[in-house]
Each structure stands twice: as C-alpha cells, then as structure tokens.
C-alpha cells in the first residue's frame, strides 16, 4: 500500500502534510533566489490533501502561474518524497485570509488590519515554545542561557540579544519562549514579537496607506521587541532605514531587544551602522546538535505526543536527522501517523519503512568501527595503535575523542562497547570524549566543518 492511499486522519493528515510542506520550503529556499522565494513560495500553504491530491493555495495570480510553469515537478518531487508517490499537485488561488483546515498550534501569517485588533501589531506565541519544552545541550546552551536571563531581567543583562543558527535549530523557540516567560511573569508587559517579513509588510502597508506615524506610534510603544529572521531585510533598503530608527528608538527607552537570523552580525548584508548596535549585546549561535541532544529532544517531542519509541527507533531517528529539528519534528509526526493507523506498534522496521524513503537522501550506511578508526587517525596523522593505547598526550587525546565521538554517532556500538576497542577503556571514559567533542564542536566552527568532513568520509559520501 503507498503512503498516499493510506486514509489518514483529518489531523494527522494535515499535520504530516504541513510539516512536508514545512521540508519543501527548506529545500525550495536553497533552490530559488531569495527574493522570488519571499514573494512567491513563502506565500503559499497547503490547503489539504485528499487521497493523492494535494492542493496548495497561494493569494497571488502570478505567484499561481510561476509556481505552475516553474516549480510544478520540483514541489511534486519533494512531496513525493516525504508523502510517498504518487501525489499530484494543484496550485489555487485563494483569498488572503482564507483559513485553512488546522492553524491552532501553528503561527499564522498577519492577517491585515480588522477594526477588532487595530492596535494588535504583534503576531501570536505558539504556545508550545516555552523554555520548559526546549532541550538544552551543548549546541545551544548559551543562547538558552542569555535567552533565560534576558527573559528574567528584559533590557538589564544582554541588550540586544542576538541569536543565528541554520533552520530548524529552535531560533524561534527561544525567542518565543522569551515573550511567554515575561507574560506569564509581569502579565502587563507589551511584547511585540515580529518576523522581519512582518515588519516589512507593516511598514510597507503603512507607507501605501500614508500612516507612517502610526506605524511608529504602534512599534514604539513596546517593551520587548522580538524581532525574529532579521535577514529578511538584506536587500529592503527603505524598510532596514526605517527598522534602525525603530531600534534606536527602543533601544534609547532602555527596551530589550531580541533578534535572531540565519547567520553572524558580520555576514549580514546590512547597514554597518545596525550591524555594529547588534554587535553591542550579546550574540549566540545555535549549532545543530549532537546525537545525545537528538536523542533528548526525541524523547521529549515523543512524550509529549504519548509515543512509546524504543530506544533502538530514537536511536535510528537521531542518526538519520541530524542537522534540523523541524524535520525530526516531520519524521516523529509521520512515524506516529502510520503507527496508529496501521494499530502496529513502532518498530526499528517500521521507522526504517517509513522514515527510509522520506530522508531518502540521507544514505544511512551501516558504518564499519574499524573504518572510523582508521580514517580519523589519518587525517590527524596518528597511528590507531596510538590511539588505543594508552599515551595521553595532547595529539593522540584528541584523536582518539573524536574517533570515539564519531563511533557514538555513527554506528550503532554502544559505549561500553567503543571503550572496549579503544584498550579496554571504561563506558565513562567514551561518554566523557563525546561531551568534550560536542563542546569543541558547539564552540569552533573550523572543528566542526572537519567532523562533518570527516563524518562524510566515512559514511563513504562525497568529500569537500
Ligand atoms: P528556527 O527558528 O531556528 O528555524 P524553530 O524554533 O522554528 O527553528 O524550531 C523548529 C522546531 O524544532 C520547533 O517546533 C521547535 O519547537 C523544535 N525545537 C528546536 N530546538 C529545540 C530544542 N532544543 N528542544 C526542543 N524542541 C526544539
Ligand atoms: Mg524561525
């Protein structure tokens, strides 16, 4: 039976099909050129499915048809490969606002002005990121850190705050979070929490509609001003002019800011001006994380769906997604999903199934120990004699940590067991290793850039 033919529940269906989605816009934003993506992708939403069929809306009559001439295969492709084939897709126009079938627990886009929530500038919280649904590790420790304390005493400890990471990485979350802990603290506090698209969509609304002032009045009159994927002004010249001075404006009344982007201060193609305000606070990036963290974060996003996972199936879960969230999010959803409607319970066999085919381009090779031995001690120019045994110097230490770390990620060995081929070593010793490496790799990009080589390598993939 395919995937498509499966019946799915109303919700879950939905669910799996906007968290696809959610993996099409990923793979559509390394594709298309940033400005088309903005104006023409980011716009569409999936309306729902129906057997094979899935129907994606999209407000704009241009965006309809370049979405049609252009990208037709490309989304059917991507779809395909999370929903399993065959889908057919219809691209529709629909009206700005139309609701679709299932947005409590998603963000929604601004929905223009209504004479109800004239005053209301801000876009709503998910209710589910808030500190105590984030997992910390070693990746992200420190922007939790800042982002606790910042929430704890806004505009005293770390002004502005800045955040970047890739996508998935749980910016949002953070930033999020902050605005809950404040409300549910000091509930009178005025958060406005932005996306850069929103902020430019307002100003631009404003300007069209000569209410300037009132846009200033609106964005002025906040105490903590969260201002997620600021990268969205990169090339919006009128908008990053007007966004400085609404900075300067809320940074003079002593209010906190928080930021967060896809990349460092220095990378971004912004006034200097603003960079070097940003750079006045504090800036934390979030690095994807580390098998133990994936693990964490499984466990966690399983209970709190009431899902029973092996440790076997998180196991396969955490070595198969490793660099984004959203999707390890997408895979437990979809696991879920088969799960209960095929009443069998969640096996390694079924995760394979299911999930093997939906990261099919994440080769899973069944990595040789002997294999990661040997290909770290040459690119540290080490002998793996050396490295078992028992020296303890600096050149041989470090090695031989991240041939353990690498063994933990990349095979299915246990801890006693990598102990075992590196002398005898005790289990604590390997997780000890896999803690100092994960640090090392959290806090020095040039680190972790050889891992990953290295990681590639060995999986027998292509080498950069
Ligand atoms: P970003 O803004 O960096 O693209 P998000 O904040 O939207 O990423 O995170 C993507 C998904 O992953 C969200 O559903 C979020 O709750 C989840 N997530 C990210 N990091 C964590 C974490 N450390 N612990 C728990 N969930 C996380
Ligand atoms: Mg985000």
Redesign the pocket.
């Known amino acids: 039976m395919s995937d498509s033919q499966l019946q799915l529940g109303e919700d879950e269906s939905y669910r799996a099909l906007q968290s696809s989605w959610e993996q099409v816009l990923d793979a559509l934003s390394e594709r298309v050129n940033k400005p088309s993506f903005e104006s023409w992708i980011r716009t569409a939403r999936p309306l729902g499915m129906d057997g094979g069929l899935v129907r994606i809306g999209t407000p704009s009559r241009f965006a309809k048809h370049w979405l049609e001439s252009k990208h037709l295969d490309a989304i059917t492709e991507l779809l395909e490969a999370q929903l399993g084939p065959p889908i057919r897709v219809k691209i529709e126009l629909v009206e700005e606002n139309e609701p679709v079938l299932l947005t409590e627990k998603l963000p929604r886009k601004p929905a223009g002005r209504t004479a109800e929530d004239d005053d209301v500038i801000s876009q709503p919280l ?1 209710s ?2 808030v500190f105590d ?5 070693p990746n ?1 420790r420190l922007a ?1 850190a800042c982002a606790v304390s910042v929430a704890e005493s806004p505009g005293k400890t770390y002004n502005p705050l800045f955040i970047y ?12 979070a902050i605005g809950h802990y404040v409300l549910d603290n000091h509930p009178g506090t005025r958060v406005l929490y932005v996306s850069g698209e929103t902020f430019t969509y307002h100003y631009i609304t404003a300007l069209r509609e000569h209410r300037t002032a009132d846009f200033r009045r609106k964005y002025r009159n906040v105490d903590i001003w969260l201002v ?2 600021i990268h969205f002004l990169v090339g919006k010249e009128r908008t990053e002019e007007e966004f400085f001075h609404t900075y300067n404006a809320i940074y003079d009344m002593g209010k906190q800011i928080v930021l ?1 982007s ?1 990349r460092a201060p220095k990378d971004l193609d912004l006034d200097t001006r603003l960079l070097s305000r940003f750079e006045c606070g504090l800036v934390a990036d ?1 690095t994807p ?1 580390d098998l133990e ?1 994936r693990m ?2 499984i466990q ?2 399983a209970a709190s769906e009431n899902m029973t996972l092996s440790n076997e199936v998180m196991l396969y879960i955490a070595r198969l997604i490793t660099s ?3 999707q ?2 997408g895979a437990l959803i979809k696991l879920h999903a088969y799960a209960s409607l095929m009443r069998a319970p969640v096996t390694e066999s079924l995760a394979q199934e299911v999930l093997g085919n939906y990261f099919g381009e994440v080769e899973i090779a069944v990595v040789d120990a002997q294999k990661v031995q040997q290909e770290v001690a040459k690119r540290f120019n080490v002998d793996v004699a050396a490295m078992k045994g028992a020296c303890r110097s600096k050149d041989i230490v470090l090695p031989r940590q991240v041939a353990m770390y690498l063994m933990r990620e990349l095979t299915n060995w246990s801890l006693p067991a990598i102990g075992r081929v590196f002398g005898g070593r005790d289990h604590t010793t390997v997780l000890h290793a896999c803690k100092c490496i994960a640090a090392k790799i959290a806090a020095d990009q040039a680190f972790a850039a050889l891992i990953e080589d290295l990681a590639r390598r060995i999986r027998g993939g292509k080498t950069c």
Request: no cysteine; net charge neutral.
């Open positions: 998910n589910r990121y649904n984030f997992v910390v590790g992200n939790h990471g890739g996508p998935g990485l749980g910016k949002t979350h953070l930033m999020q997620d994927d967060t896809d979030i994380p963290t964490a974060i966690s996003k984004n969230i959203r390890i999010e």
